[in-house]
C-alpha cells in the first residue's frame, strides 16, 4: 500500500484555506472571524504559538457555518478536480490519505476518491481529540488504526513528514508536479 500527505501533494493548494474562501463568499459574515486569523498568525510568527493551537485557531471558523456537512460536500463537489493527474494515474484501492486536515473536510475527498483516510479529529463544533495528526503524530495515528503495516510510500511536500518517510520503506518529497526519493529504508539518501 502506498500512502499520501493530501494538501500541496495530491491536492493542488491547501484545502482548508480554499474551503474558509468557499464558505465566506457564500457567508460573509465569516469575515468578522477575520481579525481572529491575523492575530493567530501573528501569534504563530512570534513563536507564542505551538503548532497544535495555532491549526486548531485557524479551523475555529467553522463553529460558524451552519450544517457544514452540506458545505463541505459542495466544496468538492467543485474542487475534487484539483486531485492531481499523477496521482490519479497511480492510484490504488488500498491507498492511504495521512493528513493533517481535519477530517470532517478531507475524509469526505477521500470517500469519493475510495480511499482510507487518517486526518486530524476536529469535529466542526470546534473539538479537537488529541493532537492534530502532523509531524510525528501522523505515524501514531496510522499504527493506531493499521498497527504493524508499514507502507511501501509515503508521499509529501512538506519535510515536517519526515516521520513518515522514515516509517515507510520508501519516502518521496513532492513538490507541484515533481516528484523525489528522499528516504528509502528510513535512511535519508
Known amino acids: 500500500m502506498n500512502s499520501y500527505d493530501f494538501d500541496d501533494t495530491i491536492f493542488r493548494g491547501n484545502s482548508m484555506r480554499r ?15 477575520l481579525p481572529v486569523i491575523l492575530v493567530v498568525l501573528l501569534l504563530r510568527a512570534v513563536r507564542i504559538l505551538n503548532k497544535n493551537v495555532y491549526l ?3 479551523e475555529g471558523f467553522v463553529v460558524f457555518v451552519p450544517h457544514t456537512d452540506r458545505f463541505v ?17 497511480q492510484q490504488r484501492s488500498d491507498d492511504i490519505v495521512v493528513s493533517a486536515t481535519p477530517f470532517f473536510l478531507v475524509g469526505e475527498a ?8 487518517v486526518a486530524s479529529d476536529f469535529s ?6 488529541g493532537k492534530h495528526c502532523h509531524g ?8 493506531e488504526r493499521f498497527g504493524d503495516v508499514v507502507p511501501f510510500s509515503y508521499y509529501s511536500d512538506s519535510r515536517s513528514d519526515a516521520p513518515m518517510w522514515q516509517f515507510a ?17 528510513g535512511t535519508k539518501l
Do not use: A
Open 110 to 117: 477521500c470517500r469519493r476518491l475510495g480511499v482510507e483516510c
Open 169 to 185: 520503506q520508501r519516502g518521496y518529497l513532492v513538490k507541484g508536479d515533481n516528484i523525489t526519493l528522499v528516504y528509502e529504508n
Open 136 to 143: 510525528k503524530y501522523k505515524v501514531r495515528y496510522f499504527t
Open 73 to 89: 460536500c459542495k466544496f468538492w463537489d467543485k474542487n475534487l478536480c484539483r486531485i492531481k493527474r499523477w496521482y490519479l494515474d
Open 124 to 129: 466542526p463544533s470546534g473539538k479537537l481529540t
Open 56 to 58: 486548531l485557531l485557524l
Open 19 to 33: 474551503f474558509s474562501i468557499f464558505c465566506t463568499l457564500r457567508l460573509p459574515y465569516l469575515l468578522l472571524y
